[in-house]
C-alpha cells in the first residue's frame, strides 16, 4: 500500500487518533508520520481544534432538530436569542442559562457529563444552597447506615436531619 | 530589565520538565449582562468596581492596566508572559490586575467579567488552586457573582459553567516527541476529561515542544479534585519524559550530547538570532538539563523563553525595534545571559 499523503512511499505507519471521540486512522510512510504527528500537533494550538468552534458545532446541529418555536426564543433580560448562542456558543446573561434551560440541560450533560455543581459555593447568599447539600450528604449517610445496619448511627443522624429541616422551615 | 510573571520572574523555576501551573477561575457580576452582550456604560461599572476593590483591598495590592491606555507592544509583552490572553490585549473594554508578586492577574471584561489567574512555576497545582481561591474570597466578600444552585458559577460560555476553573500545566515533552509517542499520549488524555494542545506552535510545527495540558470538564466536580485529576496525570507524563529522556541517552549519549552543546554553542556566539530559532535551541538545552547532561539553572530557560518573545524583548529594553534590530537584542540578551549564569557555574 502506498502511503495516503505522498503517495510515493510504502505506507508502513497505522496512525489511529481519538479527537473528542472522532477517530480517524490514516496509513502514512514512516517520513509523513513523522511530519504529520507535528503537524496535527501544530494543528491543536492554531485554531484547527478550537472548543467553541466544536460547541457551535454541536448547537447547530442540535438546533435542526429543535421546534421552530425555540429557535426564535430570546432571552427577555438581553434579548439574546437561540440562533446566535448556536452561532456564537456565547451566552448574553446569567438568566440566559434559566430561558435557555431546556436547551442547554442535554448540551451541559454532553460537556460535563454531570451538570450539577460539585465545589465551592460563594459564601454571600449561598445559605440555601449550603443546607440543601447538608440535607442531602445526611440522607445519603442515613440511608448507608440503616443498609449497614449501625442503627445507633442511623438514629443520630435522623435527628440531625430534622433539626436542619426545622430550621429551613423558621 | 526583568518580567513581571511569577512563574518566570528571578528565574526560581527548577522543573525541567514542569514548566509552569496554573488555575483560572471564571465569574460574572450578578445583574451586569456577560462582556459579549453588555453595554460600554456596563463594562466600565466593572472595570470601576473591581478594579478600585482590588487596589484598595488585597494584601500584596495589585496594579491595574487598561487595555485603552497602553501601547500594543505592552501588551503583546502581557500576552507572552501569559499574564493575559490574546483575546484581552485587543479589548478596548479589558484590564487586567497584576498582583505586585507577578503571581495573581485578574483579567476583566474578556469573555466573562472577571478571569482570576494564578500562574507559578513548576508543578505547584494546590497552591495555584490556593492563591487563585483566596483572591476569589477577597472579592467575593464584595461582589455578588452570578450564581445558579445546579449549575453552579454562571459564565458566558457553558464549557466553563460550574467551578468556572481551568487548572492547567506547561509541560517541556521533547523524548516524547522524538520517541514519537507523544500523538499516542495526547489523545488518551481525553479519556481523563483533560485536553492537550502544542505550545508556541506557528503553521507546521510546535516548536520547542512545549504542550498544555488542561482540565476539560468543570461542572460536577470539585476543584480539588479537578487538581488532584491533573496532577495524577502530570505526574505520569513527566515518568514517561524521563523515561523515554534515558532511553534516548543509553542509546545514544554521545549524539544528544553534541546537540546540546552545539545548542549552547550556538546561543552563547550567535549575533543575529531570530525567535523561532531561539526557541528550538531553548528547548535543546532544557533537555540537556533534564537528561543530566547539562548544567544550568532552569530558571534562567524558563526566563529567556519569555525574554526572547518579540513583545517583552522590545518593552522589557524600552525600544521599539524593527525585526533585524530584534534578531540583535536578542542574540545579545541570550549570550549575555546564559554567559553569565555559566561563569557562576564554573565557580
Redesign the interface.
Known sequence: MLCEECRKHQANVHVTQVLNGERTEKNLCEHCAQAMGELDLAGLGSGSFNINNLLAGIMSMEQGSLPLKSRGMACATCGMDYRRFAEGGRLGCADCYQTFSRQLEPLLKRIHGTPTHQGKLPSRGALSVNRKRHLSRLKGELKAAVEQEHFERAAELRDQIKRVEQEEVQ | MDCRAKWVAGGEASDPIVISSRVRLAR?L?G???P??MSSKEGSEVLSRVAKLLEQKAPHGYEVFYMAKMPQVERLALVEEHLISYDLANKTEGAVAISRDGATSVMLNE?DHLRIQALLPGLSLEEAWQTA?SC??LL??EL???????????T????N???G?RASVMLHLPAL?ES?Q??RL??AI?QFGL????????????KGSV?QISN??????????IVRNLKAVVEQIKAQEQAHLQKMVAAQRLKIEDRVYRALGLLTNARVLDSSEAMVLLSELRLGVSAGLLSLPVGVLSELLVLVQPGVLQTVNKVNLDALERDIKRGEIVRRRLLEVLGREKQ
Open positions: 460574572n450578578k451586569i449582562p456577560f459579549g452582550a469573555e481561591n476569589d474570597d467575593e466578600a455578588d457573582f452570578a450564581f445558579h444552585e445546579d449549575y453552579g458559577y454562571l458566558a460560555c457553558p464549557t459553567v460550574g467551578t476553573m516527541v514519537r507523544i500523538g495526547l489523545a481525553g485536553m492537550a494542545r502544542g505550545l508556541y506552535g506557528e503553521g507546521t510545527e510546535a504542550f476539560q470538564v468543570t461542572c460536577g466536580i470539585a476543584e480539588e479534585e
